[in-house]
């Protein structure tokens, strides 16, 4: 993890809660040796284990593996569609939920480059481990992975040392990967009270803000990391069996596949030069983009937005047209008026407290 434990589900909105992280540790007969460790930052597979943990607690029905298909306001409430899908082979069932408050969170979708189309050889890095256990017959004993932020980096280093006689090719636009910019001072604008200066900021200054400290969350890879991949590679050369190949300032220029593997060209942007690498593999880490909300809201509910961009209440309630009594909460997808904490588990305590309490004031106001 990049984030400290402290920054759990409740802790920095309310540290004497049952479901902080240290309470997760004392259930399971852990604190001391977590305590051992003298870290912050707990592992992907313990934070995944806590999650679990916490869900398992919560008392309200929670209905997993459901999607919201549309969104209507009619006589005074949402309609909410839904799928739902008992198993991956069943067909869906669809059913109506109705509410006075929704609170949305749509994710983020993955970023392909132009004219890739996914398959067992060629996909986008979250699809990595369900994947690669599937891909063909290897018969070429290469790797490319495409991408310059954290997750490339540790999918580089992750294939290196899985497939220990294969070569791991990288290509990314820069001239070197960037170290994340994790320094006290900058990580400020994740605290819970930046959100109200950026929220408070002009557009341009937004603009400026996310431009300056884009590298604290985006395209940038723990400087350990980058050390340990740099270290690999050296060693390699030294011992004369180089398997880790930076293809620096070079974009994806041409795919193709057939029943043997994949050819990739890439192309130096430097000097217009190309290389051909012809790979078994070819794992795009190529980044998300936030869902729009436009894909949910039927023409019943008219949201307002400045250009793709929704428009958002500080309390992260939606814009939307006075026929709508109700309220949506976006939960992500406000970068732009919320900063980048606004979808990040840094400020997720703090962030459902400002949804809950605007949800609990608006009940209030219609009771009297």
């Known amino acids: 993890m990049q984030v400290s434990f402290l920054k759990d589900l409740v802790t920095l909105r309310t540290p004497s809660s049952s479901y902080t992280f240290l309470n997760y540790l004392g259930e399971r007969g852990r604190l001391s040796d977590f305590i051992n460790l003298k870290t912050f930052f707990p592992t992907r597979v313990e934070f995944h284990d806590y999650l679990s943990w916490a869900a398992a607690r919560v008392s309200v029905p929670i209905e997993y593996g459901s999607t919201a298909r549309r969104i209507e306001w009619r006589n005074g409430s949402f309609e909410v569609e839904v799928e739902s899908y008992q198993s991956a082979a069943a067909s869906p069932t669809r059913r109506t939920i109705y509410a006075r408050n929704v609170v949305l969170g749509l994710g983020i979708e993955p ?179 936030p869902r729009s909300v436009r894909d949910v809201l039927g023409g019943s509910v008219s949201a307002q937005f400045s250009g793709d961009n929704p428009k958002v209440e500080r309390n992260y309630r939606l814009c939307v047209e006075e026929n709508v009594a109700g309220a949506i909460y976006l939960n992500g997808g406000v970068e732009h008026s919320h900063g980048l904490s606004s979808s990040l588990l840094s400020n997720v305590a703090v962030r459902a407290a400002d949804i809950l309490d605007s949800i609990k004031a608006g009940l209030h106001a219609r009771r009297f």
Request: charged share 25%.
């Open 111 to 289: 970023v392909l480059p132009k004219n890739v189309t996914p398959s067992n050889r060629v996909f986008h890095n979250h699809r990595l481990l369900g994947v690669l256990k599937n891909v063909p017959p290897q018969t070429h004993g290469k790797f490319v992975v495409v991408g310059s932020g954290q997750s490339a980096a540790e999918i580089a280093a992750y294939l290196h040392e899985r497939s220990p006689s294969a070569e791991v090719h990288i290509s990314h636009r820069r001239f070197g990967y960037s170290p994340s910019d994790d320094t006290p001072y900058v990580n400020r604008i994740f605290d819970p009270d930046s959100v109200d200066h950026f929220f408070q900021a002009p557009a341009d200054v937004k603009r400026q803000l996310l431009e300056y400290h884009w590298l604290t969350n985006y395209s940038a890879v723990d400087a350990d990391l980058i050390g340990e991949l740099y270290g690999r590679e050296y060693q390699e050369r030294v011992q004369g069996h180089q398997r880790i190949f930076v293809h620096r300032v070079t974009e994806l220029h041409a795919l193709e596949e057939d029943a043997g593997g994949v050819t990739v060209v890439l192309r130096n942007l430097a000097d217009e030069s190309y290389v051909r690498i012809e790979a078994d593999a070819v794992v795009l880490a190529t980044g998300f983009r």
